[in-house]
């Protein structure tokens, strides 16, 4: 399945469109948008730069669907290998909603997410 073309930086206005980091957040949410199993992919500032959390709604513990997710996280570092980004995994299912809550950044914003099935 061909990714689709997919802008992340536009709906994050955080973060400076053609930077390295806008750059490594583009080219992944477009890897990961592609994935069944991802629901959403939130951004947040940190002192370490930008980190990415992406939300998976999988089997708790299954590996296959995180591998292609972490090969998009490999992928998308190669295309600026300074960029100050870095990536965080969460599956839905292995937590309560409240624990989720409360894992995923409280002042993160949506990069992508996934819109209702038709």
Request: aromatic content about 6%.
């Amino acid at each position: 399945m061909q990714a689709p073309d997919v802008r992340a930086t536009q709906n994050v206005p955080d973060v400076v469109p053609g930077s390295d980091e806008a750059r490594v957040l583009d080219r992944y949410v477009q890897l990961v948008s592609a994935q069944d199993s991802v629901q959403k992919v939130l951004v947040e500032h940190t002192a370490e730069g930008l980190c990415v959390w992406t939300v998976i709604d999988a089997e708790p513990l299954a590996f296959d669907p995180r591998k292609p997710v972490y090969n998009a996280e490999l992928q998308a570092s190669h295309v600026a290998q300074d960029a100050q980004v870095c990536f965080h995994l969460v599956n839905r299912r292995e937590y309560p909603d409240e624990e989720l809550n409360q894992l995923l950044p409280a002042h993160g914003r949506f990069a992508w997410r996934r819109g209702p099935k038709a």
